[in-house]
């Protein structure tokens, strides 16, 4: 099993244990348990990980004290985390077009029918919930206007606009490319999985 799937199977029972052990205002003592369970299963280093990149994803959240989001920091996250990509979730969030209808069957793995992904509907007119693909619709719209046809762009015209968006220079990773994030990130997996 891969390190990422490992982190997201964490995150979701840690996000479990919460819930089951949340009355609306604290949590009971019966977490206790519940965080040995997750650190026996996942081990202190994958745990540590995973919280702490929670708590640098979202560190203008006003949930976590000054001393947690402290103590966040002083656990080494991969640079490519650092930069945006949040490793940690595992969604998809569209707008409510006819193309996403069949939420469930985007939701289901072709080959095993298993559900591979959560999809989630921003609300109406709230571009904003979905600026990462805003930004990267400006991209497209370079080679074809909004509205424009797609039926008959051919794969190769698909595939030199991919070349392209993956080897542009993004400022959310100070100057580098998707192909070199991409690329740090796999260096860096190695690393993190030998340690």
């Known amino acids: 099993m891969d390190s990422r799937k490992l982190n997201i199977d964490c995150k979701n029972a840690i996000e479990k244990a919460i819930s089951e052990n949340y009355d609306g205002t604290s949590l009971n003592p019966n977490i206790a348990n519940a965080t040995l369970n997750i650190v026996q299963t996942y081990g202190e280093q994958r745990v540590s990980f995973v919280l702490a990149n929670t708590l640098h994803q979202l560190s203008k959240d006003g949930r976590f004290s000054e001393r947690n989001k402290q103590w966040g920091k002083t656990i080494k996250i991969p640079e490519n985390i650092r930069q945006g990509v949040d490793l940690n979730r595992d969604y998809i969030t569209v707008d409510n077009g006819m193309e996403f209808s069949d939420h469930e069957g985007i ?89």
């Open 107 to 195: 939701e289901r793995s072709r080959r095993n029918k298993k559900n591979r992904t959560k999809v989630y509907y921003c609300h109406a007119y709230r571009s904003c919930e979905r600026a990462r693909n805003e930004n990267q619709n400006r991209f497209i719209r370079r080679f074809y206007p909004k509205g424009a046809n797609f039926d008959h762009i051919t794969r190769r015209e698909v595939k030199e606009i991919e070349v392209w968006m993956n080897d542009y220079a993004r400022k959310m990773f100070d100057g580098r490319t998707s192909d070199e994030m991409y690329e740090l990130f796999r260096e860096e997996e190695k690393e993190w999985n030998m340690a």
